[in-house]
């Protein structure tokens, strides 16, 4: 029986894992050693990251590769990925190749608005409290210059402050509506201390506030948040070409192969299931340079997704048309990230990883993580639509499924030629080993 533990913070590196090995594997000398193994071998690099988060036993490791030859409005770059799904980065690489010689990818910043809101309860009359906004509104802003003096120096700040009434949708609940510009910085910090200022000052002020009576004086403060829904945070990125450039294999004609994009953007504009599939292979291509520049993605996440739903239903992320003969794919998506801040200028990776990119602004990150989910969705729709995504995706796995079963070099060079000309199943690459083996 598993007892739980007190005290478990305050618990050296070392007894941590200890009390973890013993009571939760089955063997803690091996799980002990596994753990260690993950250790940087620089101690003053595993105690970075060691502070990063709470309780750390070990380091997390994920692979990280290369895509290059991305063309972005005229710029060559090599995007790095971490992603531990096989296939990602190839396909990237791929739809960059094939785009590179077409004029590559452009992108557009559409905004840079953050949103946060402080949520609270009033109890009386609203014309009341709508004149009290608009007096102590000034004051809102004045209390919080200590936070925005520098952000407003670098041409950000707070951008406005709305009284939203939202008692149709829950009794006595209003809210302030707050958008921020926190220019390089996703901003979270940011804005949660802004917010929480605003709070104060809201609470303090009705005390003292004359129009009120009784209740009023008593706004009761919920909470103050950011919001990860950041519409108003949003770039655009597409690619086009005469469609008779379309040319992707000897398979499918150039004019076939644009209409059933098209027809596949159609269906996940219109189709849920499908729908969540296609922008997770969107995600896929965003996500892996998220995590490489140490930027927030369950964030990007979050924010994504319920865009996507922002007409009611679930929806593409991505769009495609043909104009007289010009064939074109894009996608709008709200990205709100930094390249300063949070882990941006402490680890390692990340610094390196922003320095691969050029050492982009937070405008410039959006447009090539935009562009690394078009890629991304560009690739994988145009295998569905021909060949069917698991003959690639397989074949990138066939590494995967000999390192399962300990294959030898030797033994993966001959599989690797072997599978060149058959088809990739778990069973068969069990059966093909097992052969070699005999
Ligand atoms: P930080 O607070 O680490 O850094 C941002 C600060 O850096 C700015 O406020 C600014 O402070 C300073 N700065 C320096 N140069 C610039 C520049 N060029 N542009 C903008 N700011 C600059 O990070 P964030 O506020 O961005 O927060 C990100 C972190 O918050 C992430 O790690 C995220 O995971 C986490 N988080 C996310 C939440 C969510 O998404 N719901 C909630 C809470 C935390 P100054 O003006 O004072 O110099």
Redo the contacts with the bound molecule.
């Keep these: 029986m598993k007892k739980p533990i007190a005290g478990f913070s305050k618990l050296s590196k070392s007894e941590k894992i200890e009390w973890i090995a013993t009571n939760y594997t089955q063997n803690p000398k091996q799980s002990k050693k596994i753990l260690e193994s993950y250790w940087n071998t620089d101690p003053r690099l595993q105690q970075l990251h060691d502070e990063f988060i709470e309780n750390t036993i070990s380091n997390f490791y994920m692979p990280m590769g290369i895509a290059p030859n991305f063309l972005i409005n005229d710029r060559l770059y090599a995007i790095p990925m971490a992603i531990e799904e096989s296939s990602v980065v190839a396909a990237a690489s791929k739809a960059a190749k094939f785009w590179g010689d077409k004029g590559g990818f452009k992108t557009t910043i559409l905004g840079t608005e953050k949103v946060g809101q402080v949520h609270f309860i009033f109890k009386g009359d609203k014309s009341k409290l709508e004149e009290f906004f608009r007096s102590i509104k000034p004051k809102l802003l004045t209390d919080t210059e200590h936070l925005t003096n ?2 407003v120096k ?1 041409g ?1 700040g707070i951008k406005d402050i709305v009284l939203r009434d939202k008692t149709m949708e829950l009794e006595s609940y209003f809210q302030l509506h707050c958008t921020f510009e ?9 804005i ?1 201390s802004c917010l929480e200022q605003f709070a104060a000052t809201l609470k303090k002020e009705a005390l003292n506030h004359s129009n009120f009576t009784g209740e009023e004086r008593q706004i009761e403060v919920v909470m103050s ?2 919001s ?1 829904y950041v519409p108003n945070c949003l770039v655009r990125a597409e690619v086009s070409c005469p469609i008779d450039q379309l040319q992707l294999s000897n398979d499918i004609l150039p004019r076939e192969f644009a209409e059933k994009m098209i027809r596949a953007v159609q269906i996940a504009k219109v189709e849920p299931y499908r729908a969540v599939t296609h922008n997770k292979g969107i995600m896929n291509g965003i996500d892996a340079v998220v995590l490489a520049t140490g930027n ?1 993605f ?2 990007i996440e979050a924010g994504a997704h319920a865009y996507a739903a922002k007409n009611g239903n679930y929806s593409s992320l991505t769009h495609a048309k043909i104009e007289g003969d010009i064939f074109t794919f894009w996608i709008e998506i709200p990205l709100a990230l ?1 390249t ?4 941006t200028k402490l680890h390692p990776m990340v610094k390196l990883n922003l320095e691969i990119l050029q050492n982009p602004s937070a405008k410039e990150l959006m447009e090539i993580m935009a562009v690394a989910g078009l890629a991304q969705n560009f690739a994988a729709v145009s295998s569905l639509v021909t060949t069917g995504i698991q003959k690639g995706h397989m074949k990138m796995h066939l590494m995967n499924i000999l390192n399962q079963h300990a294959a030898t070099d030797e033994e993966k060079t001959s599989l690797i030629e072997h599978f060149k000309t058959h088809m990739v199943t778990h069973r068969g690459v069990l059966n093909a080993l097992e052969n070699l083996r005999k």
């Design positions: 520098s952000m670098r950000g926190t220019q390089d910085a996703m901003g979270a910090n940011f949660n948040i950011l990860n927030d369950r964030a930094g300063v801040g949070g882990l």
